[in-house]
């Protein structure tokens, strides 16, 4: 079962900032977070990770709370191309390749 | 450029009948899986392998019979097709080791049984 909890929708204008929250309330110290989406009839697509710092890439931003109780991914501009189910994940990546384990998701909408 | 490439995009195919869909990568990685979304769209694992291995294998019934002839292949055979193995099945791969953070996945067979 997914160890995250995420709000089922959201929308968000093009141009703005889209804030995705996810709760992982029992994240343990070597599980890391991750987040990928799924554009419709595409597969998901690895957007970011981290541990216990904030991370950047040309993507997004992931924010991760001092507790690692909670994390924001943040599209910094989110244009129509971004409308997505995002899927915010838990996992350990010290004992080799242990499968992604997907939950529900947040269905982005970027609304012209 | 393709890194992940699935065939066929579509299947369909009458209950009873034998299918397989086919997987490659050319990224070099070392790592496949393959994974089911249903039409209520949850996304699970079935299988993984490594260096033409099987490492896991999730409850899925003996019709299901992955094949890896080397590490840039990973096929998936279904015997005895059901209705309820409608669904589309992505294949994704990886490096194997600690600290691997990326999985990239294919395009998806949408397979539909009539």
């Known amino acids: 079962d997914a160890k995250t909890t995420q709000p089922p929708s959201m929308d968000c204008a093009e141009g703005r900032a889209a804030n995705l929250p996810c709760n992982h309330s029992t994240i343990s110290g070597n599980e890391y977070v991750y987040w990928y989406r799924q554009i419709h009839s595409q597969g998901p697509q690895y957007i970011i990770h981290?541990?216990?710092n904030n991370e950047t890439n040309e993507m997004a931003s992931l924010i991760i709370t001092e507790d690692r109780k909670s994390s924001t991914l943040i599209l910094p501009h989110a244009t129509l191309r971004d409308t997505a189910v995002y899927y915010c994940?838990?996992?350990?990546?010290?004992?080799?390749?242990?499968?992604?384990?997907f939950g529900k998701g947040t269905r982005l909408s970027v609304i012209a | 450029d393709t890194a992940v490439s699935q065939t066929p995009k579509y299947l369909v195919t009458q209950m009873g009948n034998d299918k397989s869909i086919k997987c490659e990568q050319n990224l070099g990685h070392d790592t496949m899986y393959w994974y089911k979304q249903d039409s209520k769209k949850f996304l699970k694992i079935m299988f993984s392998?490594?260096?033409?291995?099987?490492?896991i294998n999730e409850t899925v019934p003996n019709r299901f019979s992955p094949k890896s002839p080397d590490k840039a292949h990973l096929n998936l055979h279904i015997n005895s097709l059901e209705l309820g193995d409608s669904a589309v099945y992505f294949c994704a791969s990886s490096r194997w080791g600690d600290r691997v953070h990326e999985q990239y996945f294919g395009p998806g067979t949408r397979l539909t049984v009539t």
């Open positions: 392998y490594n260096n033409k291995e099987l490492i």
């Open positions: 994940i838990v996992r350990s990546a010290l004992s080799g390749n242990t499968p992604l384990v």
């Open positions: 981290g541990l216990k």
